[in-house]
């Protein structure tokens, strides 16, 4: 399986962005996608995350109703739009993808995107 991040940017405080991750190889539905995000001299931390075939999503506090997970599943791509953006977003964003189903723990995926550089200014 392979994942490709796209959508990252400058963008200012307030304002949105959409990132894409697109999916192929030997990947199958009950797979879960997740976006996490690892800013300079921090750990990497859970964002959001969906099944690609569709179903609960989850959503860390500190993005809850600002961000949006969502996916095409035909087309094996997980979207995530982030919308009142703030300095304390700005992060690489990476996606990945778990063969157990959804979850919220890094250490459970199995596949990782490139990350794609979020940069937020005040």
């Known amino acids: 399986v392979q994942l490709q991040a796209s959508g990252g940017g400058l963008v200012q405080a307030g304002g949105s962005l959409r990132l894409s991750c697109a999916a192929s190889?030997?990947?199958?539905?009950?797979?879960?996608m997740g976006w996490f995000r690892q800013a300079p001299g921090k750990e990497r931390e859970f964002v959001t995350a969906?099944?690609?075939?569709?179903?609960?999503?989850y959503y860390a506090d500190s993005v809850k109703g600002r961000f949006t997970i969502s996916r095409d599943n035909p087309k094996n791509t997980v979207y995530l739009q982030m919308n009142s953006l703030k300095p304390e977003d700005t992060a690489v964003y990476y996606c990945?993808?778990?063969?157990?189903?959804?979850?919220?723990?890094?250490?459970?995926?199995?596949?990782w995107g490139q990350g794609t550089q979020v940069t937020v200014s005040s």
């Open positions: 969906i099944r690609l075939g569709g179903g609960r999503t």
């Open positions: 990945a993808a778990a063969i157990l189903g959804v979850t919220t723990r890094d250490d459970e995926y199995d596949y």
């Open positions: 190889g030997r990947i199958f539905s009950n797979y879960g």
